[in-house]
């Protein structure tokens, strides 16, 4: 099979390439990337027009929540990826935070078999750090790792026992695996349902001062530094956390970090009037937070963009604020808001393009990021331009729970390609998806 996509401004991070040019594939890989006036198309070639559109490495997401199985009634992987390739993300890695938790070969076997008979996103499973997220005794790492995980973490459960952390990154690191922690101290949260602060007085609710976050990347990059390993801070969310990386990056430590959408577009304000849509874990903080990791992003101290895509029904969001659960979808509204950052602050696309293909890539040592000749052909062909409002009957994910709903967007990802096969283009609708 042959494929053209032609004239688009094609942008490589990996190769610093960025020029007006054909991408040709063969048979699900990158055969060649010239100059328009020097292709010579076949006539049984398939072509694809992409002028005005930027063509780039196919996006890949580190930190979503698939759900399934156990939470079927949230996300299943086919649902998961469906919202994946409409947000422009050819792979996607998946959080053990699932029932039962993907502790053990079985489990990351079952994903990765759910994500064949899908046929949309590459999946790529991340394992538990620890027995049932329980934090107490190490998974079944080396198992994990030849079923096919690559990463190890217990995201939305943070590893207390500082001891365990060292046995995790000492362990994982004779698999070449990261261990991505999700930084909370629970006994200075004290419970606590959004950021400690001028908004949490205001509605009376029990805050999280940041030092939670703090001490706890703290205590792991103090681990790090004895043990070697490799760490990844997920959804770093304050000023104190961005610099606390800034500096062990200057040191050499092999650490890594990523920002979600949410934590640099909304403050603590979006909770006002108990916004149960704007409750996550870590919370949303204050806007000097915001502009450092804005700022940690433009200088490279955080590595990537990640969704933390994470879906909940209805009625798990329409409570209480103290009982709604945290989080809110992401895939389908990541590179919109990340491009309305990048305009913002005049962010590079190169280097934004990288943070959202090349670098998490990198970090997972999975395939894809690359546009080179003989690599995947995963590709996301984007409209920057193109202005659309986030409707809740448009959202591929089986959840809604986000507070972007209604917003006018601008940029987005209008075809995208896994493999040298077309998973995505904006405007049509596969089998058995209703309008």
Same mark, same amino acid.
């Given at each position: ?144 790792? !030849?079923?096919?995980?690559?990463? =190890? @973490?217990?995201? /939305? ?5 500082? #001891?365990?952390? %060292? &046995?995790? $990154? ?59 390993? !490799?760490?990844?801070?997920?959804? =770093? @969310?304050?000023? /104190? ?5 800034? #500096?062990?990056? %200057? &040191?050499? $430590? ?82 919109? $808001? ?98």
């Amino acid at each position: 099979m042959s494929l053209w996509v032609r004239g688009g401004l094609v942008i490589d991070p990996a190769r610093d390439f960025e020029a007006i040019a054909d991408v040709h594939i063969v048979d699900g890989r990158i055969a060649a990337i010239s100059e328009s006036s020097s292709t010579s198309i076949q006539s049984d070639d398939t072509v694809i027009p992409a002028e005005g559109l930027w063509v780039v490495p196919g996006l890949v997401d580190m930190h979503v929540h698939l759900r399934e199985p156990g939470f079927e009634y949230k996300e299943t992987v086919a649902s998961g990826t469906a919202a994946a390739v409409a947000g422009g993300f050819t792979a996607v890695a998946a959080m053990a935070n699932t029932m039962p938790v993907n502790d053990c070969a079985a489990v990351t076997e079952l994903i990765l078999e759910r994500a064949r008979m899908a046929g949309l996103a590459r999946v790529y499973p991340i394992g538990a750090v620890s027995k049932g997220l329980e934090g107490k005794e190490l998974a079944e790492i080396g198992e994990m790792h !030849r079923a096919g995980v690559v990463a =190890i @973490s217990d995201d /939305g459960q943070p590893i207390q026992d500082g #001891a365990l952390m %060292r &046995r995790a $990154l000492e362990y994982a690191a004779m698999f070449g695996l990261p261990v991505i922690a999700h930084e909370e101290d629970r006994q200075l949260g004290q419970g606590g349902v959004m950021n400690e602060g001028e908004w949490s007085f205001r509605l009376g609710l029990r805050g999280i001062p940041k030092a939670a976050e703090e001490a706890m990347v703290a205590r792991d990059l103090a681990i790090l530094e004895r043990t070697g390993g !490799r760490l990844h801070i997920a959804h =770093i @969310s304050t000023a /104190g956390a961005v610099e606390l990386v800034r #500096a062990a990056k %200057r &040191r050499g $430590l092999p650490v890594t970090a990523e920002a979600t959408p949410h934590h640099f577009t909304l403050t603590e304000a979006a909770v006002a009037g108990y916004n149960t849509q704007a409750k996550m874990n870590p919370p949303l903080r204050t806007e000097a937070d915001v502009r450092a990791v804005r700022e940690g992003l433009l200088d490279g101290t955080i590595d990537c963009v990640a969704s933390d895509h994470a879906p909940h029904h209805e009625d798990e969001k329409r409570c209480e604020f103290d009982r709604a659960a945290n989080g809110i979808i992401g895939l389908e509204t990541t590179l919109a $808001l990340t491009l309305a950052m990048a305009r913002e602050t005049g962010w590079n696309r190169k280097r934004m393009i990288a943070a959202l293909s090349t670098n998490p890539a990198r970090i997972l040592s999975v395939p894809g990021g690359t546009l080179a000749v003989g690599a995947p052909a995963d590709l996301t062909l984007i409209d920057p331009n193109l202005k659309w409002v986030l409707h809740p009957e448009e959202v591929r994910s089986r959840s809604k729970n986000t507070p972007f709903l209604g917003w006018e967007l601008q940029g987005r990802a209008v075809m995208t390609i896994v493999g040298g096969e077309i998973k995505w283009r904006l405007g049509e609708r596969r089998q058995g998806e209703t309008e």
